[in-house]
């Protein structure tokens, strides 16, 4: 698994920052040469011909290669974002961000030093590399201690003038946990996660998101208040106690996406509000925690999680009411997120039928 910490190099020399400025810019402009080569000519690969069609550069072939690399790159993700969100694809601009592997960067860390660690990075001039000094940070170091490595690799960018390198750490293989608590976590619309246990996460999820609505789209408050919503997410998910916890069952999100539409228990908008792509976010940080704490996370394919008794089985639509769930047959009576977590931790432990049938 990998994870990113982001240092500030601002202790650099001026003249560094220049080089590294000039750099930068050189490197920017040829990025956005190549996309818009290679958005003309969907051909356009990254060899020798396609390198070749610029010329006019200060750039190393080496620095000129990654560029036409992070070009064709740039392209893809623009493509996909947009088939995703459904829109027109439009020539992408460049943002700026260098992208430089172990042919441009090597990372020291010195603790003897008064500085904790170095970049050395390749500059336009050949054979001549800057060493850049950072401070470690928080983050870094509790990746650090547990037994991540640094890959020389970094995400180069300049933010308000200042400039950032995001590094990028490593660990090999994560060995789950064999002791501990199986739980399933229901995603909903009220509370943002239900675990099996009663435990509820993000209950004031409707605060942010109603507070998204009030905002016109796109401005400056909106964007804020997806910020919020984000980081009211990300903290909710640290009161999961994951210490106690050997695996997770959720329920897949192409099933959620399936089953909402055929259950239709969520009105248009509140599938707008709720949409999968948030989810996926919740669940991807999830998945981080779980992979940080050694705890399997294991989707479950299940339909009528929402409908069917977690105590006799008997599916109804109607023993859902809103927030609250009452069985029509043996009037077990329950949360409704709650008793829909139930059902996927018995799918998930093989309990129940799988998927989940009306039939039975
Ligand atoms: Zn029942």
Same mark, same amino acid.
């Given at each position: 698994m990998r994870r990113t910490a982001t240092v500030s190099l601002k202790f650099t020399t001026e003249a560094k920052k220049d080089q590294l400025a000039t750099l930068a810019e050189e490197y920017q402009t040829i990025v956005q040469e190549y996309i818009d080569i290679a958005w003309q000519d969907? &051909?356009?690969?990254?060899n020798k011909q396609s390198l070749a069609l610029?010329?006019? &550069?200060?750039?190393?072939e080496r620095y000129k290669s990654n560029a036409l690399r992070q070009a064709l790159q740039t392209i893809i993700n623009t493509k996909k974002s947009a088939k995703r969100l459904g829109k027109l694809v439009s020539k992408p601009i460049f943002n700026g961000t260098m992208i430089l592997d172990a042919k441009f960067v090597k990372i020291h860390l010195d603790?003897?030093?008064?500085?904790d660690g170095w970049i050395k990075l390749s500059t336009l001039s050949r054979g001549h590399r800057i060493w850049i000094p950072f401070k470690r940070t928080k983050p870094l170091n509790k990746w650090l201690d547990k037994d991540f490595t640094l890959l020389n690799t970094i995400r180069l960018r300049q933010y308000h003038g200042n400039w950032y390198a995001n590094l990028v750490l490593e660990k090999e293989t994560i060995v789950f946990k064999t002791e501990g608590q199986v739980i399933g976590i229901d995603a909903g619309t009220k509370k943002a996660l239900s675990l099996s246990t009663g435990q509820h996460i993000g209950d004031n999820y409707r605060y942010y998101i109603d507070k998204i609505r009030r905002k016109q789209r796109k401005s400056k408050n909106y964007q804020q208040a997806l910020i919020e919503r984000d980081n009211y997410l990300r903290q909710e998910l640290n009161k999961i106690d994951f210490s106690s916890i050997k695996t997770i069952y959720v329920e897949d999100l192409k099933n959620i996406q399936r089953n909402t539409k055929k259950e239709r228990r969520l009105n248009k908008t509140t599938r707008k509000i709720l949409s999968v792509w948030v989810q996926a976010k919740t669940f991807g940080w999830l998945n981080h925690k779980c992979e940080e704490n050694c705890v399997l996370l294991s989707s479950v394919v299940a339909r009528y999680t929402s409908q069917a008794? &977690?105590?006799?089985g008997h599916i109804e639509k109607s023993n859902r009411i809103g927030e609250l769930f009452r069985c029509k047959k043996c009037s077990f009576t329950l949360d409704a997120d709650h008793q829909a977590s139930l059902n996927i931790l018995s799918v998930g432990l093989g309990h129940l039928e799988f998927p989940i049938t009306k039939a039975a």
């Amino acid at each position: 698994m990998r994870r990113t910490a982001t240092v500030s190099l601002k202790f650099t020399t001026e003249a560094k920052k220049d080089q590294l400025a000039t750099l930068a810019e050189e490197y920017q402009t040829i990025v956005q040469e190549y996309i818009d080569i290679a958005w003309q000519d969907s &051909s356009t690969k990254l060899n020798k011909q396609s390198l070749a069609l610029i010329q006019d &550069s200060t750039l190393s072939e080496r620095y000129k290669s990654n560029a036409l690399r992070q070009a064709l790159q740039t392209i893809i993700n623009t493509k996909k974002s947009a088939k995703r969100l459904g829109k027109l694809v439009s020539k992408p601009i460049f943002n700026g961000t260098m992208i430089l592997d172990a042919k441009f960067v090597k990372i020291h860390l010195d603790k003897a030093n008064h500085f904790d660690g170095w970049i050395k990075l390749s500059t336009l001039s050949r054979g001549h590399r800057i060493w850049i000094p950072f401070k470690r940070t928080k983050p870094l170091n509790k990746w650090l201690d547990k037994d991540f490595t640094l890959l020389n690799t970094i995400r180069l960018r300049q933010y308000h003038g200042n400039w950032y390198a995001n590094l990028v750490l490593e660990k090999e293989t994560i060995v789950f946990k064999t002791e501990g608590q199986v739980i399933g976590i229901d995603a909903g619309t009220k509370k943002a996660l239900s675990l099996s246990t009663g435990q509820h996460i993000g209950d004031n999820y409707r605060y942010y998101i109603d507070k998204i609505r009030r905002k016109q789209r796109k401005s400056k408050n909106y964007q804020q208040a997806l910020i919020e919503r984000d980081n009211y997410l990300r903290q909710e998910l640290n009161k999961i106690d994951f210490s106690s916890i050997k695996t997770i069952y959720v329920e897949d999100l192409k099933n959620i996406q399936r089953n909402t539409k055929k259950e239709r228990r969520l009105n248009k908008t509140t599938r707008k509000i709720l949409s999968v792509w948030v989810q996926a976010k919740t669940f991807g940080w999830l998945n981080h925690k779980c992979e940080e704490n050694c705890v399997l996370l294991s989707s479950v394919v299940a339909r009528y999680t929402s409908q069917a008794c &977690s105590r006799c089985g008997h599916i109804e639509k109607s023993n859902r009411i809103g927030e609250l769930f009452r069985c029509k047959k043996c009037s077990f009576t329950l949360d409704a997120d709650h008793q829909a977590s139930l059902n996927i931790l018995s799918v998930g432990l093989g309990h129940l039928e799988f998927p989940i049938t009306k039939a039975a």
